[in-house]
DNA sequence: ATTCATAATGAACGCTCGTTAATATATGCA
DNA sequence: TGCATATATTAACGAGCGTTCATTATGAAT
């Protein structure tokens, strides 16, 4: 193999374009060029344009929130919820703050109404994980009489929307100077949150 | 004139393929076929796609939130703050259910990153009104002493971003058989603020 | 050094795109 | 009735699209 990088370069190279553009509105001329080759090199490594598509969504599911954000140091915060809470948010966050992942949320924005090929792309879909995992630390806190007696399934809804629409507003575009803001307006959800369910 | 409804025609039309395939998905002629007539004819009504585009913003930017929920019987609500929440919320999201309204919810969605012509389109643009109208309604009941004395730009965040999520997840295909599930998350929605800003 | 799979190239295909021009038809008014 | 205007049609343009194919360059294994 000469550049063994080429099939990995396409897929970064489409996510950006297509994040940028959308599906239909970058072409594989597009994609070739920026990454410096001619169009039908693209061929040897995927078979159609709607095959790239499914590869870049192949790799995001591969990796579970769970595994980028509960780690063992966290968990052993839960003595202290409200500070549990602040760090899984601010992890939470900094994932999202990478600049695949800013351009896999405006790709999954974009083209959630449109059908390419066979592939589903939703933003339930997407929050499903993140809800469900909030849903279990919430009924965990409620057990423990941590919190009030809340159906942990609405506090999920109501921990996780805030967080998504901050996430829609302010963390799509490429320029990071509103990081701070981001930040800031998710600790003041999470100090909303924190004394509406607290005992 | 002979068909002076030609022209709403093909901004509706406009609408609704935009909406489903996305600006670079839905093609001129794809309208101008859907509405029975060639494509060379839209350019009797409007001198490009991009104006066909600003034309359905500009209808939209028209007509503001305030005009379409804020009436007069509601504001008599005010008495009862809960109540008036609740049917603040039911007022919104029966506006939000519309077909012209869902549609452009999506068009948003898909097209707040891609640049056509000069036209700037931004969830944040989206929300603006109706977050100012809910941080002028919290800091009058703050004031009023109804509710805790809480940033009332904090509190129009959080009533705000769980009904836009809702809006986001469920409110933005065609089916309208979901409609029961939306009333329902957002009663619940507007169940769990009161109970936490309440005095 | 030759072989051979891999990966690049350039040219071409059939198609759709947005847009324009020339032309035809129908309507409203003098 | 006839003329001006509005609105439609047909045809064509240059361009870009996704994709294919024959060909050439590359680099590792024999």
Redesign the interface.
Known sequence: MKQPNTKQLILSTALDLF????Y??ASIRHIARSIGIRESAIYNHYKSKEEIFSAILSEFKAVTISEKILSDDLIEDLVNPEKFLKRFVIKLISQWSSATERKFI?LL??????KIGSTELS??GYLIELRSICKMIFSEMSKHNIIKK?DPE?LA??F???L???R??YM??DDVKEINKVYD?AN??VE?FW??VKL
Do not use: C, W, Y
């Open positions: 994040s940028k553009h959308g239909a509105g405006r924005l974009m083209e959630q109404f449109t933003v339930s809340v609405i809804n109501q996780t929307a805030p998504f629409l901050i829609t507003e799509t575009n307006l003041k959800h909303f004394n509406a």
